[in-house]
Protein backbone atom coordinates (compact mmCIF):
# COMPACT_ATOMS: atom_id res chain seq x y z
CA UNK A 1 0.00 0.00 0.00
CA UNK A 2 1.19 3.21 -0.92
CA UNK A 3 0.36 6.59 0.70
CA UNK A 4 0.73 9.97 -0.35
CA UNK A 5 1.06 12.96 2.18
CA UNK A 6 0.69 16.49 1.57
CA UNK A 7 2.00 18.64 4.02
CA UNK A 8 0.96 22.45 4.80
CA UNK A 9 2.35 24.77 7.51
CA UNK A 10 -0.49 26.47 8.98
CA UNK A 11 -2.34 23.63 10.87
CA UNK A 12 0.83 22.04 12.36
CA UNK A 13 0.96 22.11 16.44
CA UNK A 14 2.46 25.20 17.93
CA UNK A 15 1.88 27.02 14.85
CA UNK A 16 -0.47 29.87 15.31
CA UNK A 17 1.44 33.10 13.91
CA UNK A 18 1.72 34.59 10.57
CA UNK A 19 5.74 34.85 11.73
CA UNK A 20 6.21 31.37 11.61
CA UNK A 21 4.48 31.09 8.07
CA UNK A 22 5.40 34.02 5.45
CA UNK A 23 9.58 35.13 5.79
CA UNK A 24 12.24 31.86 6.07
CA UNK A 25 14.45 34.51 7.00
CA UNK A 26 12.26 34.58 10.70
CA UNK A 27 13.93 32.59 13.94
CA UNK A 28 10.27 31.87 14.57
CA UNK A 29 9.69 30.42 10.73
CA UNK A 30 13.01 28.20 11.41
CA UNK A 31 11.43 26.82 14.77
CA UNK A 32 8.44 26.53 12.71
CA UNK A 33 10.23 23.81 10.20
CA UNK A 34 11.33 21.42 13.39
CA UNK A 35 8.05 21.11 14.77
CA UNK A 36 6.73 20.05 11.24
CA UNK A 37 9.29 17.86 10.62
CA UNK A 38 8.80 16.01 14.21
CA UNK A 39 4.34 16.07 12.77
CA UNK A 40 5.89 15.00 9.63
CA UNK A 41 8.12 12.19 11.16
CA UNK A 42 4.80 11.29 13.23
CA UNK A 43 2.40 10.77 10.49
CA UNK A 44 5.07 8.61 8.88
CA UNK A 45 5.37 5.83 11.83
CA UNK A 46 1.11 6.02 11.48
CA UNK A 47 1.38 4.94 8.31
CA UNK A 48 3.76 2.56 8.45
CA UNK A 49 2.13 1.19 11.62
CA UNK A 50 -0.84 1.22 9.52
CA UNK A 51 0.32 -0.95 7.30
CA UNK A 52 1.60 1.31 4.50
CA UNK A 53 4.60 -0.36 2.30
CA UNK A 54 5.55 2.69 0.56
CA UNK A 55 5.02 6.65 1.94
CA UNK A 56 6.00 9.74 0.05
CA UNK A 57 5.22 12.84 1.93
CA UNK A 58 4.96 16.30 -0.12
CA UNK A 59 6.66 19.29 1.10
CA UNK A 60 4.06 21.49 0.56
CA UNK A 61 3.63 25.26 2.42
CA UNK A 62 4.97 27.86 0.31
CA UNK A 63 7.99 27.34 -1.98
CA UNK A 64 8.33 23.72 -0.79
CA UNK A 65 11.52 23.80 0.91
CA UNK A 66 10.47 23.60 4.81
CA UNK A 67 11.40 19.72 6.00
CA UNK A 68 14.96 19.84 8.25
CA UNK A 69 16.44 17.37 5.61
CA UNK A 70 18.67 15.68 8.47
CA UNK A 71 15.80 14.99 11.29
CA UNK A 72 13.06 13.66 8.79
CA UNK A 73 11.72 10.05 9.51
CA UNK A 74 13.89 7.45 7.30
CA UNK A 75 11.07 4.82 6.59
CA UNK A 76 9.53 7.49 4.17
CA UNK A 77 10.65 9.40 0.46
CA UNK A 78 9.60 13.41 0.62
CA UNK A 79 9.11 15.35 -2.27
CA UNK A 80 10.74 18.80 -1.48
CA UNK A 81 12.05 22.29 -3.32
CA UNK A 82 10.65 25.02 -5.16
CA UNK A 83 8.76 25.26 -8.57
CA UNK A 84 6.38 22.12 -8.66
CA UNK A 85 5.25 21.16 -11.93
CA UNK A 86 1.50 19.73 -10.35
CA UNK A 87 -0.08 20.50 -6.98
CA UNK A 88 0.71 17.05 -5.47
CA UNK A 89 3.70 16.03 -7.62
CA UNK A 90 4.58 12.28 -7.88
CA UNK A 91 0.44 11.56 -6.97
CA UNK A 92 -1.29 8.90 -9.13
CA UNK A 93 -3.39 6.34 -9.16
CA UNK A 94 -0.79 3.66 -8.06
CA UNK A 95 -1.52 5.21 -4.29
CA UNK A 96 -4.02 3.67 -1.91
CA UNK A 97 -4.89 7.22 0.02
CA UNK A 98 -4.09 10.29 0.69
CA UNK A 99 -3.46 12.25 4.08
CA UNK A 100 -3.11 16.50 4.55
CA UNK A 101 -1.45 17.26 7.43
CA UNK A 102 -1.57 20.76 9.29
CA UNK A 103 -3.63 21.75 6.26
CA UNK A 104 -5.81 24.89 8.08
CA UNK A 105 -9.49 26.02 6.83
CA UNK A 106 -10.53 28.07 3.49
CA UNK A 107 -10.49 32.25 3.58
CA UNK A 108 -13.07 33.94 5.81
CA UNK A 109 -13.98 30.88 8.06
CA UNK A 110 -14.51 32.41 11.98
CA UNK A 111 -12.15 31.11 14.38
CA UNK A 112 -9.70 29.29 12.55
CA UNK A 113 -5.72 29.45 12.95
CA UNK A 114 -4.13 31.32 9.85
CA UNK A 115 -7.13 30.57 7.76
CA UNK A 116 -6.67 31.49 3.84
CA UNK A 117 -7.22 30.06 0.67
CA UNK A 118 -3.54 29.70 -1.20
CA UNK A 119 -2.54 33.80 -0.89
CA UNK A 120 -3.42 35.22 2.56
CA UNK A 121 -1.87 38.19 1.64
CA UNK A 122 -4.16 38.32 -1.94
CA UNK A 123 -6.98 37.54 -0.18
CA UNK A 124 -7.94 34.38 -2.74
CA UNK A 125 -11.03 33.04 -2.38
CA UNK A 126 -11.85 30.37 -4.53
CA UNK A 127 -15.56 28.83 -5.91
CA UNK A 128 -16.02 25.67 -7.97
CA UNK A 129 -19.59 25.03 -9.62
CA UNK A 130 -20.90 27.86 -7.39
CA UNK A 131 -19.33 26.33 -3.83
CA UNK A 132 -16.88 28.31 -2.20
CA UNK A 133 -13.88 25.74 -1.84
CA UNK A 134 -10.53 25.84 0.50
CA UNK A 135 -7.06 24.06 0.52
CA UNK A 136 -8.18 21.15 1.31
CA UNK A 137 -11.20 21.05 -1.01
CA UNK A 138 -8.40 21.63 -3.66
CA UNK A 139 -5.91 19.23 -3.13
CA UNK A 140 -9.12 16.66 -2.94
CA UNK A 141 -10.16 17.16 -6.22
CA UNK A 142 -6.41 16.62 -7.56
CA UNK A 143 -6.40 13.47 -5.39
CA UNK A 144 -10.11 12.95 -6.88
CA UNK A 145 -8.89 12.70 -10.38
CA UNK A 146 -6.38 9.85 -9.79
CA UNK A 147 -9.15 8.06 -8.10
CA UNK A 148 -7.16 8.59 -4.57
CA UNK A 149 -9.32 9.15 -1.22
CA UNK A 150 -8.20 11.50 1.45
CA UNK A 151 -8.63 9.51 4.60
CA UNK A 152 -6.70 11.77 7.03
CA UNK A 153 -7.02 15.81 7.70
CA UNK A 154 -5.19 17.45 10.73
CA UNK A 155 -4.91 20.64 11.67
CA UNK A 156 -7.36 22.72 13.91
CA UNK A 157 -10.94 22.38 14.94
CA UNK A 158 -12.16 24.63 11.92
CA UNK A 159 -10.01 22.57 9.23
CA UNK A 160 -11.19 19.26 10.40
CA UNK A 161 -14.71 20.76 10.18
CA UNK A 162 -14.29 21.61 6.78
CA UNK A 163 -12.55 18.31 5.88
CA UNK A 164 -15.80 16.47 7.34
CA UNK A 165 -18.59 18.78 5.48
CA UNK A 166 -16.40 18.26 2.01
CA UNK A 167 -15.10 14.41 1.86
CA UNK A 168 -17.94 13.10 4.91
CA UNK A 169 -17.84 11.89 8.07
CA UNK A 170 -15.79 8.95 7.16
CA UNK A 171 -12.51 10.29 6.96
CA UNK A 172 -10.32 10.39 10.16
CA UNK A 173 -9.46 14.11 11.41
CA UNK A 174 -7.08 15.40 14.39
CA UNK A 175 -7.44 18.39 15.59
CA UNK A 176 -4.44 19.76 17.13
CA UNK A 177 -5.44 23.17 18.20
CA UNK A 178 -8.69 25.11 18.50
CA UNK A 179 -9.12 28.48 17.08
CA UNK A 180 -10.15 31.64 19.23
CA UNK A 181 -9.41 34.41 16.21
CA UNK A 182 -7.05 33.79 13.09
CA UNK A 183 -3.81 33.77 15.46
CA UNK A 184 -4.68 33.00 18.29
CA UNK A 185 -5.55 29.81 19.36
CA UNK A 186 -5.73 26.89 22.03
CA UNK A 187 -3.28 24.83 21.17
CA UNK A 188 -2.70 20.97 22.20
CA UNK A 189 1.23 20.62 23.07
CA UNK A 190 3.16 19.18 20.00
CA UNK A 191 4.56 16.30 21.68
CA UNK A 192 0.41 14.79 22.58
CA UNK A 193 -0.23 15.91 18.71
CA UNK A 194 2.27 13.45 17.49
CA UNK A 195 0.85 10.91 19.35
CA UNK A 196 -2.97 12.01 18.34
CA UNK A 197 -1.29 12.33 14.49
CA UNK A 198 0.22 8.59 14.34
CA UNK A 199 -2.29 7.13 16.21
CA UNK A 200 -4.94 9.31 13.47
CA UNK A 201 -2.95 8.07 10.60
CA UNK A 202 -2.62 4.50 11.19
CA UNK A 203 -6.65 4.73 12.07
CA UNK A 204 -7.60 5.97 8.48
CA UNK A 205 -5.82 3.80 7.05
CA UNK A 206 -7.85 0.69 7.71
CA UNK A 207 -11.14 2.99 6.95
CA UNK A 208 -9.92 3.45 3.36
CA UNK A 209 -12.86 1.05 2.36
CA UNK A 210 -15.46 3.14 3.91
CA UNK A 211 -13.78 6.64 1.65
CA UNK A 212 -14.66 7.13 -1.45
CA UNK A 213 -12.78 9.79 -3.76
CA UNK A 214 -13.89 13.34 -3.50
CA UNK A 215 -14.64 14.41 -7.27
CA UNK A 216 -16.94 17.23 -8.61
CA UNK A 217 -18.73 17.30 -12.01
CA UNK A 218 -16.81 18.64 -15.22
CA UNK A 219 -16.28 21.44 -16.49
CA UNK A 220 -15.80 23.34 -13.77
CA UNK A 221 -16.64 26.54 -13.55
CA UNK A 222 -14.64 28.41 -11.15
CA UNK A 223 -14.52 31.70 -9.75
CA UNK A 224 -11.30 33.75 -8.04
CA UNK A 225 -11.97 36.82 -6.25
CA UNK A 226 -8.94 38.86 -4.79
CA UNK A 227 -9.40 41.23 -1.93
CA UNK A 228 -9.06 44.00 -4.29
CA UNK A 229 -8.72 45.64 -7.43
CA UNK A 230 -5.29 46.81 -7.81
CA UNK A 231 -4.71 43.28 -6.83
CA UNK A 232 -6.18 41.96 -9.17
CA UNK A 233 -4.97 43.96 -11.73
CA UNK A 234 -1.35 42.59 -11.11
CA UNK A 235 -2.45 38.78 -10.28
CA UNK A 236 -1.86 38.41 -14.46
CA UNK A 237 -4.80 35.78 -14.82
CA UNK A 238 -4.41 35.05 -18.47
CA UNK A 239 -6.79 32.01 -18.72
CA UNK A 240 -9.17 33.64 -17.17
CA UNK A 241 -12.28 36.30 -17.62
CA UNK A 242 -12.21 39.56 -15.36
CA UNK A 243 -16.38 39.74 -14.43
CA UNK A 244 -16.08 42.86 -12.02
CA UNK A 245 -12.83 44.25 -10.18
CA UNK A 246 -11.33 42.17 -8.07
CA UNK A 247 -13.14 38.50 -9.89
CA UNK A 248 -11.86 36.24 -12.43
CA UNK A 249 -13.73 33.09 -13.62
CA UNK A 250 -13.18 30.08 -15.86
CA UNK A 251 -14.09 26.89 -17.10
CA UNK A 252 -11.81 24.23 -16.24
CA UNK A 253 -11.72 20.86 -17.99
CA UNK A 254 -9.26 19.17 -16.09
CA UNK A 255 -9.45 18.85 -11.65
CA UNK A 256 -5.75 18.80 -12.24
CA UNK A 257 -5.91 22.75 -13.25
CA UNK A 258 -8.16 23.67 -10.11
CA UNK A 259 -5.73 26.21 -9.15
CA UNK A 260 -4.85 27.64 -12.46
CA UNK A 261 -6.51 30.85 -13.67
ZN1 LIG B 1 0.78 27.00 3.90
Not at 59 to 68: L, Q, S
Not at 148 to 169: H, I, N, S
Request: aromatic share 6%; proline share 5%.
Amino acid sequence: MRVYVCTDLEGISGVTHWDQTREMTTAAYQHARHLLTKEVNACVQGCLDGGAKEVVVLDGHGGGFNFVPDELHPGATYVTGPNRPTMLPGLDASFAAVILLGYHAMANTPQAVLAHTQSSKAGCRYWYNGRESGEIAQSAIVAGHFGVTVVLVTGDEATCAEARAFLGEGIVTVAVKKGISITCCEMVPPQRAWELIRKGAAEALARIPRCKPYTIDLPIKARLSYLTAEIADTAGCRLSRRVDATTYERVIESPLDVVRF
